[in-house]
């Protein structure tokens, strides 16, 4: 396989601050990077009061719309630094509404996944997954993408191996403290890398407060932590 360079980039959004946390990610990415992963909602934040709230900070992702303003701003960036980016968005489609990772390359085309194990609230907010487990070309090698909670679930990761995935990209708001450690797992049993992007901070807006666990990783075939970012930190790994 070719050699890749390749970072998780973890942030600390502030909620419903888009431009910031926009800003704050793009920044994260080194230079000379060829594959880039932020986290899951990276742009929003994660506790929305209700369906309402997301859709009006949600936007057109799926490469068949014209792309709402974030997933522009990530395509300029592709294009200028050369770089695929892999990031999770809340998506508006019609009146559905998704929690997608939406992945794109320096060409500016893109393709997406749809998160299909929701996590708790979650459920009130967005619509289940429609897309399966796709994979995809990038880079010179075939990419699956993953969105947090689905590390619980192994039919996931082995899904997208069954299709030939090489890596997996996982955007994520982990607050559960076992994902890193499964991922390793998920990395062994399926024979090939993932990257999973964390954020750090709190959010308290509703439900029970969430602490997010940070520890972003880069894992190998072998199970091999190549790197990891620290707990409470932004950072890049
Ligand atoms: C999660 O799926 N964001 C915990």
């Known amino acids: 396989m070719k050699k890749l360079s390749v970072a998780a980039i973890q942030t600390s959004p502030e909620f419903g601050n888009t431009w910031i946390n926009v800003h704050q990610a793009i920044n994260g990415i080194p230079p000379q990077c060829d594959l880039a992963v932020l986290p899951e909602l ?21 490469p068949d719309l014209d792309p709402g303003p974030v997933t522009r701003r990530l395509t300029e960036v592709a294009r200028d630094a050369g770089t695929t980016i892999v990031a999770g968005l809340a998506e508006t489609h019609g009146d559905r509404l998704f929690n997608s990772a939406v992945m794109i390359r320096p060409d500016g085309t893109r393709d997406i996944y749809r998160k299909v194990h929701l996590f708790q609230d979650e459920k009130n907010i967005f619509d289940p997954g429609d897309l399966g487990f796709p994979v995809f070309e990038a880079c010179g090698i075939r990419v699956g993408l993953m969105v947090c909670y689905d590390w619980l679930y ?49 959010e308290a807006r509703t439900g029970e407060p969430l602490e997010f666990i940070g520890l972003s990783q880069i894992v190998s075939p072998l199970g091999k932590r190549l790197d990891q970012v620290a707990a409470g930190e932004l950072g890049t790994a």
């Open 42 to 62: 990276f742009a929003t934040g994660y506790q929305f009061l209700d369906r309402a709230e997301a859709r009006a900070l949600a936007e057109n992702v799926h």
């Open 154 to 202: 192994p039919e996931a990761a082995r899904s997208l191996a069954l299709a030939g995935a090489q890596l997996i990209c996982h955007p994520a708001n982990l607050v559960l403290p076992w994902c890193p450690e499964a991922m390793i797992t998920r990395s062994q049993e399926n024979r090939l890398h993932t990257i999973t992007a964390n954020r750090v901070g709190r």
